[in-house]
């Protein structure tokens, strides 16, 4: 069964035959990719490997992770499970309060202000 790894801290000009090649040493790599960015392609900095067995995986994470990989210390993991598309870690609509919530007291709360409550604003009239 395949196993698919995370590979994080890649140098931007890390390619997808330099992951290939950096994990064959431990076993079969079905596919190897950088994920890079749709508008600039731009590497983000990490990519995913697909291994053929659990074992070869367990053997490449057991070697590759915390070590040097052309002058920066990546990290290897075994990959979470892609979210679904609406599945985010935010929403765009959440921002921690009511909708309405615009930061400082509350719109309803003026008992704080007792020149408010009065009508007594220090100024001669």
């Known amino acids: ?50 291994m053929a067995e659990e074992s070869e995986a367990q053997a490449a994470i057991d070697a590759l992770n915390n070590s040097d990989f052309q002058g920066r210390t990546i990290f290897v993991s075994e990959a979470r499970p892609p979210r679904e598309r609406g599945e985010q870690s935010f929403r765009r609509d959440d921002r921690g309060g009511r909708r309405d919530d615009r930061g400082g007291r509350p719109r309803n709360d003026r008992s704080n202000h007792d020149d408010f409550n009065t009508g007594d604003f220090g100024g001669d009239m």
Do not use: C, P, W
């Open 1 to 50: 069964m395949n196993k698919r790894l995370y590979v994080g801290n890649l140098l931007y000009e890390v390619q997808d035959a330099d992951l290939q090649e950096l994990f064959a040493q431990h076993g079969t790599v079905v596919s190897a990719n950088v994920i890079r960015y749709s508008d600039s392609g731009r590497s983000k900095g990490f990519g995913f490997v697909e």
